[in-house]
Each structure stands twice: as structure tokens, then as C-alpha cells.
């Protein structure tokens, strides 16, 4: 499964904590004063326990373990909205090229994943 290669498993992990990161840094630059405080904190905090927590049951690319089972289509879609979240975070404020860069990273992970991809949306 070249879903679960090595390489690739490294290159997803690296694009969500880059998804963290684009996210808290939109939290802080798209806002002022306190509220910047709370979004830079907030935004990745919550995009984190929804990744943790709504998984497909059995998902051979994490323990298996679903805190809240959704199908497949479900966590595909949080998936996506999250990992592209921090790229348009990282775009839309002033680092256009990291963003750009990594929605090129998540298509070409995505890519190298359509055996993943199929089994999740066969959940």
C-alpha cells in the first residue's frame, strides 16, 4: 500500500503539523489585540482534537482506535478541510509560496495515497 509507505506516513505528519502551524498563524495575523491571543490558540487547538477525535473505525493509517466513528467520507472531508485550511492560512497571510507549496504536497500525498483513499470511502 503505498498509502502506508514509510515516506509517505512522514510526509502526511509533516503537512498536518504544517496544518497546525498555518492555521495558529492566520489566528494571529487575521486578527488584533486579545482576539489574536485566542485565535492563534484556538484554531489549531480545535483543527487537533478534531483530527484526534473523529476517525473511521479500523483505519490502517492510524491505531485503529475511533473516539467518534464517522465514514470514511466524513473524515476524508475533515482531513481536506483542515490540511487546506493551513495552507490558505499560510497564503492568506503574506507566505504565498508555502502555501501554494504545501496544497502541491497534499495533492501529491493524496495522490500516492488513492489506495487510502478508496478504503475510506468505502467506509
Request: with cysteine; aromatic share 12%; charged share 10%.
Amino acid at each position: 500500500m503505498m498509502g502506508n509507505a514509510w515516506w509517505n506516513l512522514i510526509l502526511r505528519f509533516l503537512l498536518e503539523l504544517a496544518a497546525l502551524l498555518g492555521l495558529g498563524v492566520a489566528g494571529w495575523s487575521l486578527s488584533a489585540g486579545f482576539w489574536r491571543w485566542i485565535l492563534a490558540i484556538a484554531l489549531p487547538l480545535v483543527a487537533a482534537v478534531l483530527w484526534g477525535t473523529f476517525a473511521v473505525p479500523d483505519d490502517p493509517s492510524r491505531s485503529g482506535r475511533a473516539p467518534v466513528p464517522v465514514p470514511g467520507a466524513v473524515r476524508l472531508a475533515l482531513e481536506l478541510v483542515i490540511l487546506c485550511g493551513g495552507a490558505t492560512g499560510f497564503y492568506l497571510t503574506g507566505h504565498a509560496a508555502i502555501g501554494i507549496v504545501m496544497a502541491l504536497l497534499i495533492a501529491f500525498n493524496y495522490a500516492f495515497s488513492l489506495d487510502r483513499l478508496g478504503w475510506l470511502l468505502r467506509q
